[in-house]
């Protein structure tokens, strides 16, 4: 285990040394983070601060939506569904809207719980990503609103993977899709566990950092395109 785990290190540590060497032209793109877990200390709150330096590092600019901390309301009312389809959307719903329209790049870092995704995150999808903004109905097809905005999930599972469903982790990946939006990257961090070394987590940060420095980079006005590297 601790040969394969050395192997990783060195082939991620090789396709770093490609990126650089590639010269990727960075684009100053707006990014909206949607940041998801009630506990400060969270692996999903330390994932996420890693992120963010690479965010800053490229100087993006980057409007940081965190759930629990704003004490967002994830409940959809009957107020929320009339007022969806009379347009007389209420404030905070418009107030989060207007992130969603202004950004280019919308990631999503949340735990997956044995259950299955956090009610926080699905509770946000269904107020914010409402009919008239994120899709509507025209001659019984759906029109998907959002085409363009391009998405970062990350999940980070907090226990073994044993105790999960294999499905659990793709429920919002196609609620998000069908609104016409790309998720160009899925990033799982499985079996972080509490009494995982910190040398260990930190290898799965870095190797998620290089994932999305492949989809985040841009040149030519495309994707940067990079060997992929077995291991």
């Excluded at 600019?61 to 007389?88: C, W």
């Excluded at 299955?116 to 107020?127: E, F, L, S, V, W």
């Excluded at 990257?185 to 070394?197: F, G, M, Q, R």
Aim: glycine share 4%.
């Amino acid at each position: 285990m601790s040969g394969m785990r050395t192997s990783t290190i060195v082939f991620r540590a090789e396709e770093n040394e490609l990126l650089k060497k590639s010269s990727p032209e960075v684009i100053p793109m707006k990014q909206l983070v949607i940041l998801c877990h009630p506990d400060g200390k969270s692996l999903s709150k330390i994932v996420w601060s890693e992120i963010a330096l690479l965010y800053e590092k490229y100087k993006w600019e980057t409007e940081v939506r965190d759930l629990y901390e704003m004490k967002f309301n994830p409940v959809l009312s009957i107020e929320d569904i009339t007022a969806h389809k009379t347009g007389k959307t209420s404030g905070d719903v418009l107030k989060e809207q207007e992130y969603v329209k202004n950004a280019e790049i919308i990631t999503f870092v949340y735990p997956i719980w044995p259950t299955g995704t956090p009610a926080m995150i699905k509770g946000y999808i269904d107020r914010i990503f409402s009919e008239n903004f994120a899709y509507s109905f025209s001659n019984k097809e759906n029109q998907k609103l959002l085409k363009g905005k391009k998405v970062v999930l990350v999940n980070v599972y907090e226990h073994p993977t044993s105790v999960y469903n294999a499905n659990f982790d793709s429920n919002v990946r196609n609620i998000l899709e069908s609104f016409g939006m790309d998720i160009i990257l899925h990033y799982k961090l499985e079996n972080i566990t509490p009494d995982l070394i910190q040398t260990q987590l930190q290898v799965k940060i870095e190797d998620l950092k290089i994932e999305m420095k492949k989809v985040l980079f841009l040149k030519n006005n495309s994707r940067l395109s990079i060997p992929t590297i077995f291991f």
